[in-house]
């Protein structure tokens, strides 16, 4: 229901981004240690790849950008099967910085692969009923990153797992912001 509420006050243009320069790595760190429980009842293996060396500043709206990641590794979890992997990775490429969530799961049949963004769009509706989501995730996700003049791909092989991924602007650091980013 509250997301419901979010996506049409979104799509009505309502709410405002509140742009902020924040740490991405440490973002995802947090959405990843927040999604471990669920992801160790259903035995899935989450594993985080970035570059240790790197900054991954970005400036974007913290707070929904936390909800885009939340969706996308939430739904690699739940779409997965028992003993499955999720990795989440990113990239700092030019002036981008690049996250992917990869899951060996079910997969999605490429004619509902440009479908699943749309609201209350789920691929076969009984196949989980138990998982109980709403059809709203993706629709959330893609309009919080069209809001960043940003978009969420897809790649998907039925059986194999899929890909999600977008990017963000890399951002500029002032000095003494990055003694904080360890
Ligand atoms: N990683 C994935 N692997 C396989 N299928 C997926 C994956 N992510 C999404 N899907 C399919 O796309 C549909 C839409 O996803 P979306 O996140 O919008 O909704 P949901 O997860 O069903 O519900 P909600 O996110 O609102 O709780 C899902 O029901 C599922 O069928
Ligand atoms: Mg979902």
Known sequence: MQDLLTLN?????VVKFNLEVFDLRALLAEVIEELEQKAEKRDVLIRFYVDKNQSF???????????VCQNLISNAI???????????????????????VKDNGKGIPAEDLKRIFERF????????????????GLAIVKHILEGHK???SVSSTVGKGSLFSFSLPAAEVKSGAKALSL
């Open 9 to 13: 006050r979104m799509e009505s243009g």
């Open 57 to 67: 500043f970005t400036k974007a709206d913290r707070e929904k950008i936390f909800r």
């Open 78 to 100: 739940k779409y997965n099967h028992e003993g499955g992997e999720v990795e989440v990775s990113l990239k700092a490429q030019k002036n981008r910085l690049h996250v992917s």
């Open 121 to 136: 769009y789920r691929v076969e509706k009984s196949r989980n009923r138990e998982a109980g989501g709403t059809g709203l």
């Open 150 to 152: 940003s978009k969420i």
